[in-house]
């Protein structure tokens, strides 16, 4: 995996557990285009692997993932309407490849996820998270949808749940999370480790092959994440980023100023 040196990291263990870290501390871990191939390519391999029987997602430094990376969601601001087409695709194939890997996935969430980060949790088989981690689906502040993490965001915590917090860009805590399904538990953080360790224990005492045939058919029997719909969001992604709205919102941010739908309390 010599393409991902440089925005991931995998760490295997003798009894194939297999870690796979989002390697951009610096920038909080927001994906750019290179990670989201590297991520992509990673999920294809190690579900691939017959050596592995667990993947662990995990981030490096004070951020499990900001998101989208903005300097790559601002280039689509001036791109013509095949690259951003491309580039809407490589989060939506990233997503996929991890939401379909037949391996279990467990997520490690040692710090704050926004936008396409709370996207990557939705794609685990189970998420634990630090108590003090704040989460958050801030796409509509900068004039843009939760559009390619939309699907499994609603898989994972249902429309009504997701309702409350997909449109509002509200940030919420841990425990809120776990009421919203999209964490499994919230820990002290000296406890993440041996919280995670509690379930990956199971998988190494059942059979690989069928564990990755469950998988595959309880996501058949969940809503329907086909080509279509996936197609379906990588065009509202795209529509969005040609908007009025994206390029105040998305402006307003390098510029630091407020977007002009802000209200600013009396």
């Given at each position: 995996?010599?393409?991902?040196?440089e925005?991931?990291?995998?760490?295997r263990?003798?009894?194939g557990?297999?870690t796979?870290?989002?390697?951009?501390?610096?920038?909080?871990?927001?994906m750019?285009?290179?990670?989201?191939e590297?991520?992509?390519?990673?999920?294809r391999?190690?579900g691939?692997?017959?050596?592995?029987?667990?993947?662990?997602?995990?981030?490096?430094g004070a951020?499990?993932?900001?998101?989208?990376?903005?300097?790559?969601?601002?280039?689509?601001m001036?791109a013509?309407?095949?690259?951003?087409a491309r580039?809407?695709?490589?989060?939506a194939?990233m997503?996929?490849?991890l939401n379909t890997?037949?391996?279990?996935?467990i997520?490690r969430?040692?710090?704050?996820?926004?936008?396409?980060?709370?996207?990557?949790?939705?794609?685990?088989?189970?998420?634990?998270?630090?108590?003090?981690?704040?989460?958050?689906?801030?796409e509509?502040?900068?004039?843009l949808?939760?559009?390619t993490i939309g699907p499994?965001?609603?898989?994972?915590m249902?429309?009504a749940?997701?309702r409350r917090?997909?449109?509002?860009?509200?940030?919420?805590?841990?425990?809120?999370?776990?009421?919203?399904?999209?964490l499994?538990?919230?820990v002290p953080?000296?406890?993440l480790?041996a919280?995670v360790?509690?379930?990956?224990?199971?998988?190494?005492?059942?059979?690989p092959?069928?564990?990755?045939?469950?998988?595959?058919?309880?996501r058949?029997?969940?809503?329907?994440i086909?080509a279509?719909?996936?197609?379906?969001?990588?065009?509202a992604?795209?529509?969005?980023?040609?908007?009025?709205?994206a390029?105040?919102?998305?402006?307003a941010?390098f510029?630091?100023?407020?977007?002009?739908?802000?209200?600013?309390e009396?």
């Amino acid at each position: 995996m010599s393409m991902n040196a440089e925005t991931i990291r995998v760490e295997r263990d003798s009894r194939g557990v297999a870690t796979l870290w989002l390697a951009r501390p610096e920038k909080h871990n927001a994906m750019s285009a290179q990670m989201l191939e590297a991520l992509t390519e990673a999920a294809r391999e190690l579900g691939a692997d017959p050596a592995v029987r667990v993947v662990v997602l995990a981030g490096e430094g004070a951020s499990f993932c900001a998101g989208g990376d903005l300097t790559w969601m601002r280039a689509q601001m001036t791109a013509d309407g095949a690259t951003r087409a491309r580039e809407a695709r490589k989060l939506a194939e990233m997503l996929q490849a991890l939401n379909t890997c037949p391996k279990p996935v467990i997520g490690r969430v040692q710090g704050n996820a926004f936008g396409g980060g709370v996207g990557l949790i939705s794609v685990c088989d189970v998420a634990i998270a630090v108590s003090s981690a704040r989460f958050g689906l801030t796409e509509t502040r900068l004039g843009l949808i939760p559009a390619t993490i939309g699907p499994y965001v609603a898989a994972r915590m249902g429309e009504a749940k997701a309702r409350r917090v997909f449109m509002s860009a509200r940030l919420f805590g841990a425990e809120e999370a776990v009421r919203l399904d999209l964490l499994a538990r919230a820990v002290p953080a000296g406890e993440l480790d041996a919280a995670v360790e509690a379930e990956v224990a199971p998988y190494l005492s059942v059979a690989p092959g069928a564990v990755g045939a469950a998988k595959a058919l309880l996501r058949q029997l969940g809503p329907r994440i086909d080509a279509d719909v996936i197609d379906e969001t990588i065009a509202a992604l795209v529509s969005c980023w040609e908007s009025e709205e994206a390029v105040e919102g998305i402006g307003a941010f390098f510029e630091k100023r407020t977007a002009r739908w802000t209200l600013e309390e009396e």
